[in-house]
């Protein structure tokens, strides 16, 4: 339901919508649920032999494969208006600053503990700011497409350097944060380019970006971020959503779980 919504919301409002997946990924979501992507790439049966931890690495091929300026975002975004002609048409951009930097210290840590080798421009980052100061990668992307094949080799480089490493006692998500998330905003600022943020305010408490009622706001964005996927009332609000505005689809969607059922 996550996925046609995002789908769904994105195509009332942009021409072009793509999806980057695997054979398993276009058999349900186009194959079966029909979803009315405008470009299928097929490519992430490649990246098959590296461990199932390491889940987001996916979005990185996605980005290093755009030859055109593109927005990526994540399979629990919904939209309801344009993204804006300043977010469009930045070098680079992210969904907001993260200000919960525990999360990134409990992650450099877990790694180090997991005998994980940081890379040098972490280390002076760290070292010369005291603060991670990393972007959200709910949406990501940019017009600066050099930057983005220079960003993915550097993040591949790090996980491949670390991959005889990588056991089932490495966190994924840890993992993810960093050579996604605090990689992409180390290489921003150590190239001089600024990260235009669809969230400028720096905000305590940014599960708001979880409320559907941002539908009726201005912001017109939502994101199930973080803890948001596992509550039942953010479950609750995106099959009402999906129900409402594509019934069609929501039938679809719950045939298959009855076809599946009998």
Known sequence: MSWALSCLSFREKYDQVELVTDRRGKHLLVDTLKLPYTKITVELDGLNHYPEQLWAIGKLYAYQIQDAPFIH?????????????????????????????????????????NNIQLLEEFKN????????DSSNAGIIGGNNIDFFKDYVDRAFHFINSNLDRINKNVNGSSFAMIYEQYLFSVMARNTGIDIKHLIQEKEENIMHLSDFFNRFGPLKFVHLLSRAKSMMECYGELELQLLCDYPDYYNRICSLFNDNAN
Request: glycine share 10%.
């Open 73 to 113: 975002v994540d399979g629990d975004v919904y939209v309801w208006g344009r993204f804006g002609q300043d977010i469009e048409n930045a070098e680079l951009i992210g969904q907001h600053l993260d200000i919960e930097e525990g999360h990134y210290y409990h992650s450099l840590q877990h790694l180090e503990r």
């Open 125 to 132: 980052d760290f070292s010369s700011r005291k603060r991670f």
